[in-house]
């Protein structure tokens, strides 16, 4: 079992930046792939990032070069610096695990977080 615990949501005016951290406990956490989704009101959850046990990363076109994913295995923790944030980031922030590497679909993985709100205004 891996139990996760997100964190860093807020409000922020659009165009300014926040950092979610993902805590990590139980089995080891560099054994995981990572990743982060989110979930607007009434829509699906989206994959945003995702980072291998490697440190290969991965990103949805619409965060690519705004966002940065990164781990530390040493403190069992994610994150996700989010820069020139938008309104349309706006959402619930999960963050995943799963044992086999980095994938983009929420079914494929095992563990999830509570969510952490982020609120972009303008």
């Known amino acids: 079992q891996v139990q996760l615990v997100e964190s860093g949501g807020g409000l922020v005016q659009a165009g300014g930046s926040l950092r979610l951290s993902c805590a990590a406990s139980?089995?080891?956490?560099?054994?995981?792939?990572v990743g982060w989704f989110r979930q607007a009101p009434g829509k699906e959850r989206d994959f945003v990032a995702g980072?291998?046990?490697?440190?290969?990363?991965y990103y949805a076109d619409s965060v690519k070069g705004r966002f940065t994913i990164s781990r530390d295995n040493a403190k069992n923790t994610m994150y996700l610096q989010m820069n020139s944030l938008k309104r349309e980031d706006t959402a619930v922030y999960y963050c995943?695990?799963?044992?086999?590497?980095?994938?983009?679909?929420?079914?494929?993985?095992?563990?999830w977080g509570q969510g952490t709100q982020v609120t972009v205004s303008s």
């Open positions: 980072i291998t046990q490697g440190g290969s990363t």
């Open positions: 139980g089995r080891a956490f560099s054994n995981y792939a």
């Open positions: 995943a695990a799963r044992r086999w590497g980095v994938a983009r679909m929420r079914n494929e993985y095992e563990y």
